[in-house]
Nanobody, 115 residues
Framework: QVQLVESGGGLVQPGGSLRLSCAAS????????MSWYRQAPGKERELVAS????????NYADSVKGRFTISRDNAKNTVYLQMNSLKPEDTAVYYC????????WGQGTQVTVSS
């Protein structure tokens, strides 16, 4: 079965950095575009970033453009989200998901940006 396990979240001060990881299994990862989503308290889940199968193309929400970088390592079946210059409004639970499938949501990983 498809399994996506997010990790790497935590508490960080404004301006700090975190790198999230998503370990994938149960499907052909290298053939699959991947995305990161996030959901803040009281807000809808939103798409943060996406990456194509071979990393030739990436897309970002305007709110994170220039600060976040999505990447993938197909040999390790892992997608990453490098988050720099973090702001309090980045506080959310972050989820990874296959971009073109309606998978169920996993547990996600909590990112809290606070001083």
């Amino acid at each position: 079965q498809v399994q996506l396990v997010e990790s790497g979240g935590g508490l960080v001060q404004p301006g700090g950095s975190l790198r999230l990881s998503c370990a994938a299994s149960g499907f052909t990862f290298s053939n699959t575009p991947m995305s990161w989503y996030r959901q803040a308290p009281g807000k809808e889940r939103e798409l943060v970033a996406s990456i194509s199968r071979t990393s030739s193309r990436t897309n970002y929400a305007d709110s994170v453009k220039g600060r976040f970088t999505i990447s993938r390592d197909n040999a390790k079946n892992t997608v990453y989200l490098q988050m720099n210059s973090l702001k309090p409004e980045d506080t959310a639970v972050y989820y990874c998901r296959r971009s073109i499938f309606s998978d169920s949501w996993g547990q996600g990983t909590q990112v809290t940006v606070s001083s």
